[in-house]
């Protein structure tokens, strides 16, 4: 079998571990989309409660 002098392993070997090195960080840059996606909505969803509690804090007594 042949060997790849770059790395020592053997061919095919290394097209796998390269491809697998691409496909993990594909999944990575996706991941890291959809957890940003997620907490981007939480912070809008805690912006709203703020602000509905600041102007239930207002009703009720008018500040602290």
């Not at 079998?1 to 770059?6: A, I, K, L, S, T």
């Not at 020592?8 to 999944?27: H, K, Q, R, Y």
């Not at 997620?38 to 600041?54: C, E, K, N, P, V």
Request: glycine share 8%; aromatic share 8%; hydrophobic share 35%.
């Amino acid at each position: 079998m042949q060997r790849n002098p770059q790395n020592n392993l053997p061919e095919p070997l290394g097209i796998i571990v390269i491809l697998a090195n691409f496909c993990f960080g594909l999944w990575n840059v996706y991941s890291n989309a959809r957890q940003e996606k997620r907490q981007t909505a939480y912070d809008q969803r805690q912006q709203q409660l703020i602000a509905m509690l600041s102007e239930l804090r207002e009703e009720i007594g008018g500040g602290d």
